[in-house]
Structures are given as structure tokens and as C-alpha cells.
């Protein structure tokens, strides 16, 4: 197959050209940078019209890492297969692995909820990470039933009214050989494979990219697998709570209650804020494994997507020193992140007359300060009052269509900052 070879050049077009910031010779494509400090969002750009004309490009020049990937992640199509290759220099395999981890959570993501179901997902991660490092992975998955009788209620309540079974997956990446090597982080993602909204049922409107529910799962198990093939040598276990959120005579409904495992209460207000009754059975099994440091990461509200647009994710701990290490690693690897509120009087937001909280509060959205709300209830849920705890919200997993800078579906954004995180 013949590629287009794309350069990059500080000079400006040539007139012929107009003012754009791409041009064209027998040599392949050149994107001019006349703007040094908006020079990503440049090539961006232009990669979104590259992805319009040709099917395979290598980059060619001098190119740095942050400039590459753009230009990757911008070029890539959920409909149309695409050949990429970085500039064969010392940040290829740095570069090559960063693609692996990014097309796995993209794949999965986007893939339709018939083909991705509770049992595959839980399947897919736990394969992927196996071929990545055989000698250290080992997994362990509860479905089904066997969920309440071990006490995960939250997930199996959530994915009992599906045919489809709902399951906690849990990996345990552990390089050192120690059987009692301390756990360093412990990785939990919201793998909620379909949301109707349950009873309380979305529009088809909003209902259409639930696929993309379980991006808190794939985002988690690829940054998991990027940060293994970047050498990673610490214990690491990851979490994923999966479920189909769906009607049915065996759905939970509007006015149950929850009893978890740590003796929390919790009356259902709205089946639609499912992801954080999930996410507090992975949040109390991340506990109970010690880890110096819990992440999660969930495409948990959508008022996070109001407070931060598409473009940013969401960040909420407690813990200062977790978030200036987060926002920094962020910012290194251009993975947009803002922190918004989260204390400790946020977990009585969502108040119940009949248990200890309720899942969300009975209004459109979870009304006011929904995202710091709904972290608030997940802090009820982890160790040591929320010390060494980063809830990830993530706005920016998915887009409904393309946009300048952006293809449609899964956009993989956080995969770097959590590896980062995990290698730090």
C-alpha cells in the first residue's frame, strides 16, 4: 500500500497555497506551523483532512512526541481502517506502544453494545493485558449471582434486569514475584456496557452513544496496558464494574434500597445514576487491597460535561498532593484535566428519608453541582476519609461526531495520564 509522507515545516505555504496551513508537492504533505504555541491544535487540523484523502501516511522530519501524537490521534476513523507509522527515531517504540494502548480502549469503546456485553469486556481487558505480560497477570471474575452472595450488591442490582450477566473483574498485575508485594495503585473503571437509563429511561436521543458507558473501563484497563509496556514494576490491580443497565421484570426499580458491603444504605432516586452505584462495590474492593493510591475513572455525569466541555476531563479528590501530581502529568502529556470541587460535606448532597443517602437527587441532572455530588457519594465508599483517592470523570471520552480537531466515537483521553501516574 503507498502512504502520503507528511512533514512539518515552520515556514508559511507557498501563495498558491492561501493561508491555510497545509500544502502539497510531489513529496507528500507538509503542515506549516506559523504558531508555535498553538501549534497541536494546527496539526490536528490538517490531520482531519488528511483522514479525508488517504489511508496510510508516515511521518517523515523532525517531529517531536507531543507533536506526532496529535496528528495520530487526529488522523485515526472509527469507519475506515488506517496505516500510520511515527518517524522511525528513539521515540517510535515509545510512540508505537502509546498507539496499541490508545486503538484497544478506542476499539472497545466503540464497538456496538450487542458485540459488548459485561462477560466480554471483563474478557477482552483481561486477555489484553495477558498478552502483554503473561508471567504477571492473573485474573479473577464474579458474575452473576455469584456477586450477591459475595456482596457486590450495587453491581449485580444494576445488571440484574439484563439476560446478560454482570461481573467484577479483578486483575492483578504483579511483576516483582512477591505474593505479598504491597499493592501500589489500585485502577476502578466503570464498565456499564449499555445504559437504557433503566426506568428512569433516557430519550433515544440520549440513549443513542451509551455504547460509551463502559469508557471508564477501557480507559483504565489501556492505560493499565500502556504503562506495562512502558516498563512498569510495581503491583498494580485494576477493578472493572460491569453491567447492562436495562428494563425488564427483573430490573431494580425507582425506591429500592441498596445495602453494600461496608453497611451503607442507599434508596434508588434515579436508575439512571447507575455508574456510582457500580463504581462503590470496586471503590470498597480497591480498599481492601491496600494500595497506596486508588484512581477510578468513569463517564460518570453529565454535568461534568456542562461544567468542562468535551475537551477536558474532570478531576475530584480530597487529597492536594494528588491533585498538583495529576494536573501536572496532565498537562505534560496534553491530556486537558480540571479540578472541580469535591469535600467532605458533598457526600450528604443526595439526602434519603429512608436510608443513608440516596443515589442522586430526584430532579433533571441531579440539579445543581451534579459531578461533585455524585463524587461526594462515591467517597463513602473508599478508605483512609478519600487520602490518596482521584475520581476521574471523563468528559472527554467520546464524541458524537467529528469536529475540526477530533474524529467521532472513543477518544481514549486519560489512557496517558493514568499510565503516567502508575510509572510516577
Known sequence: MSHLSVQLSTNPPADEWGKGSLSFSANGATIHIQEPSNDLRTIKRAARKLEQLCQSVALEGQWNVEQQWAFATAFESP??????SFVDNADKTQLDNM???HRFTCDLI???????????LSVR??????????DHVTAKAIVGAQLEEAGWHGIFQVGRGSERPPVLLEVDYNPTGDVNAPVYTALVGKGITFDSGGYSIKSSEGMLAMKCDMGGAATVTGALG???????????????CCAENLISGHAYKLGDIITYKNGTTVEIVNTDAEGRLVLADGLMAASEAAPQQIIDAATLTGAAV?????????????DEALREKAQAKAQVVNEPVWSLPLEPWHKDNCPSAFADTANSRPQKGGGAGGASNAA?????????????????DLAAAYNDK??????AGATAQGIRLIAGLLED
Do not use: C, Q
Open 79 to 84: 469507519a475506515r481502517s488506517k496505516s500510520f
Open 99 to 101: 498507539l496499541i494502548a
Open 110 to 120: 466503540n464497538g456496538t453494545p450487542e458485540n459488548i456485553s459485561p462477560e466480554t
Open 125 to 134: 481487558a483481561s486477555e489484553w493485558l495477558k498478552t502483554l505480560a503473561p
Open 226 to 240: 500502556l504503562a506495562i509496556m512502558n516498563g512498569l514494576s510495581v503491583r498494580t490491580k485494576l477493578y472493572l
Open 306 to 318: 456542562v461544567a468542562v466541555g468535551g475537551e477536558y476531563n474532570a478531576l475530584f479528590t480530597m
Open 376 to 392: 461526594g457519594f462515591l467517597s463513602r465508599f473508599v478508605a483512609n476519609e478519600g487520602k490518596g483517592w482521584l475520581h476521574i
Open 402 to 407: 467529528a469536529t475540526d480537531i477530533r474524529p
